[in-house]
Nanobody
Framework: QVQLVESGGGRVQAGGSLRLSCAAS????????MGWFRQAPGKEREFVLG???????YYADSVKGRFTISRDNTKNTLYLQMNSLKPEDTAVYYC????????????????WGQGTQVTVSS
């Protein structure tokens, strides 16, 4: 089992950057396939990026070239670096861990953090 806690959210102007962290306790994040999701008001939770246990990354088309995912095994922490932010990136961002195969849908994940709010103003 793993517990996940996100941090690093906030308010930023369009074009700015933020780095989100997802600190894990319990099992190592490298044990799981990890994902970042986001949910805007009135919308479904959507996949943003994923990092499998072997280090392969998966991106949603909407964030390619702007967002990157990384993992620091020594800190047992997952990161989401967000650059060139747009107002449409405004959402609550969640990290999640999957015991099974890498997935791009929320149903494929077993453990979730509480989320961190990102607001991008124009």
């Amino acid at each position: 089992q793993v517990q996940l806690v996100e941090s690093g959210g906030g308010r930023v102007q369009a074009g700015g950057s933020l780095r989100l962290s997802c600190a894990a306790s319990g099992r190592p994040v490298s044990y799981y396939n990890m994902g970042w999701f986001r949910q805007a008001p009135g919308k479904e939770r959507e996949f943003v990026l994923g990092l499998n246990w072997a280090g392969r990354t998966y991106y949603a088309d909407s964030v390619k070239g702007r967002f990157t995912i990384s993992r620091d095994n020594t800190k047992n922490t997952l990161y989401l670096q967000m650059n060139s932010l747009k107002p449409e990136d405004t959402a609550v961002y969640y990290c999640a861990a999957a015991r099974g195969s890498m997935a791009d849908n929320p149903g494929g994940y077993d453990y979730w953090g509480q989320g961190t709010q990102v607001t991008v103003s124009s």
